[in-house]
Nanobody, 121 residues
Framework: QVQLVESGGGLVQAGGSLRLSCAAS????????MGWYRQIPGKQRELVAT???????NYADSVKGRFTISRDNAKNTLYLQMNNLKAGDTAVYYC???????????????WGQGTQVTVSS
């Protein structure tokens, strides 16, 4: 089995920074794209940022210039550096990865359990 575990969430003042991590573990064959999504209270889940296995990134307009997504393929770990946080960034942040399990031909989506980020104004 494969699982994703997020960490690094917490409470921070507006203008501050947090760094989220997402560690993939289990019987992993290969990891394709990875990304961060968030669920803001009262809104639908939205894409925050993605990164391909080759390192190409994409960001939601609302976080461009403030957030940086990266990955360490040797550690099977995804990161989200969040700077200049705003109250509107308050949400549960979820890690997503497209992973082909070991001994499988078929990649599938995996999701972490989520980590709470709260930004006080």
């Amino acid at each position: 089995q494969v699982q994703l575990v997020e960490s690094g969430g917490g409470l921070v003042q507006a203008g501050g920074s947090l760094r989220l991590s997402c560690a993939a573990s289990g019987r992993i064959g290969s990891i394709n794209a990875m990304g961060w999504y968030r669920q803001i209270p009262g809104k639908q889940r939205e894409l925050v940022a993605t990164v391909t296995s080759g390192g190409f990134t994409n960001y939601a307009d609302s976080v461009k210039g403030r957030f940086t997504i990266s990955r360490d393929n040797a550690k099977n770990t995804l990161y989200l550096q969040m700077n200049n946080l705003k109250a509107g960034d308050t949400a549960v942040y979820y890690c997503n990865a497209v992973i082909r399990p070991l001994y499988s031909y078929d990649p599938r989506d995996y999701w972490g359990q989520g980590t709470q980020v709260t930004v006080s104004s």
